[in-house]
């Protein structure tokens, strides 16, 4: 028997639609503990009735691995995956006729969901990704020439070095562009528009220096930004089938489905799910590796003299972070949740952050353990939609850091990291270190 439906107080949902919660990280981690234990399954209302639709809002582990594995149950298509106000939807129906602004691999369902998917699957299996490590390693030492020649100090010394701004922004947004086949002058333009479509609400990364923006001015924003990818990749796709190479921009280009190519809204998709889920994502966690290798100097030793260490420190990095903070899904069918009447048609947001931090399945789970075993975070997702690209975000991240081990003989805060306002992906804007190079 269901109970009756439990709605979250008008405070409690606000802090959980409320970018600015976001950047509250300990505070946020304390409204997912309390809701995990007294309403695990919760409706999240909007105050006014008028800014977004109700939703449910889904904290334990173990339910949101259910839902994400589930696909036949609950749905990423037709609700957008990513939570949006009501006028962002409205408008993005207006627009392009669909309820996302963008439709691509995250928005569809079976069956169209899998012959996408494995267009690119095996390009991205590490077999064929092993091909990029000597191009990746290359990446990496150039972005770690660019920290070690920086900041100010005596000799090995370096001091007021801003690790997002030199190593863990640039560095991952090199490397998928790489893949897409996208000029290294044209990088600054892709993560301006990647930083408007995640980082809309956040001032700083939205390049608008706008505080607070209404929902409708994050739409016009995320609108912009995504008409000047299609505009963008339209070249990328021609140029492509005129002379394919082994990148994945050439496999999408010239990929056929059910026998006819892609059609190009699709195709501009495609380029935009790798595009932006491969930068933002793997920056934040990367930054965050740092973060806790810095609080931590013993650790950064221990790694140092044994590089085996380093999986699990990539790892728990992922899941201490949990880049993408959340997905959405619609039920398919009505359907029972720890009590809770879920109706067919009811959106449900599965929240990463709340379920990776659950004690049921990670002990001490806000502690950075580098020696967690199993580690099976939701960082990642689960399900059909399992992130594609997480072998090349683990190796990339391995990468970096055996350079940066190399290169750096001690490192440690030297401020304050402040984190982005951001519902969506989110992860450290900033992240001032002082180090000793070796
Ligand atoms: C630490 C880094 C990363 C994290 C935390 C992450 C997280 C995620 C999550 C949670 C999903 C699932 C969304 C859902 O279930 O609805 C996803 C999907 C996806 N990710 Fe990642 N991602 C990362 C890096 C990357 C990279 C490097 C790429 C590619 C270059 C990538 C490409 C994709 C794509 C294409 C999808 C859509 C898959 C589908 O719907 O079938 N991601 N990612």
Known sequence: MADQAKVLPPEVAREVIDPHSYAQWDSLLDTFDRLREEAPVALVKPEDGKLFDPFWLVTRYEDVMRISKDNVTFLNNPRPVVFSFRDAIEFSRKATGSNMLVDSLVVFDAP??????????????????????????????????????????????????????????????????????????????????????????????????????????????????????????????????????????????????????????????????????????????????????????????????????????????????????????????????VGQQIRKGDWLMINYVAANHDPAQFANPRKFDASRSPNRHLAFGAGAHQCLGLHLARMEMKILFETLLDRIESIELAGEPKRATSTFVGGLKTLPLRFVAS
């Not at 994945?248 to 699709?266: C, F, K, M, Q, W």
């Not at 491969?278 to 650790?299: R, W, Y």
Request: aromatic share 6%; glycine share 8%; hydrophobic share 40%.
């Open 112 to 337: 169209i969901h899998p012959k996408y998917r494995r267009l690119t699957q095996d390009w991205f299996m590490p077999r064929n990704l092993q091909k990029m490590e000597g191009e990746i390693r290359a990446i990496a030492n150039a972005t770690v020439d660019r920290l070690v020649a920086a900041g100010e100090g005596g000799v090995g010394e370096r001091e007021g070095v801003d690790f997002c701004k030199l190593v863990s922004a640039p560095y991952p947004l090199h490397v998928v562009m790489q893949i897409l086949g996208v000029p290294e002058e044209d990088e600054q333009r892709m993560l301006m528009l990647t930083q408007q479509m995640f980082g809309g609400q956040d001032a700083d990364l939205s390049g608008t220096g706008m505080q607070n923006m209404t929902p409708e001015q994050v739409v016009l924003l995320v609108a912009g930004a995504v008409k000047n990818f299609e505009e963008y990749f339209a070249g990328i796709a021609r140029d492509r089938r005129a002379n394919p190479t082994g990148d994945v921009a050439s496999v999408i280009a010239n990929a056929t489905v059910d026998g006819e190519p892609l059609p190009e809204r699709d195709m501009a998709g495609y380029y935009i799910i790798v595009a932006t889920a491969g930068h933002d994502t793997t920056s934040a966690s990367t930054a965050g590796a740092m973060q806790a290798l810095a609080k931590d100097p013993e650790q950064w030793a221990r790694v140092k003299a044994d590089r085996s260490l380093l999986p699990g420190i990539v790892e728990e990095a992922i899941r201490w972070t949990t880049p993408v903070q959340h997905s959405m899904r619609t039920a398919a069918e009505d359907v029972e949740l």
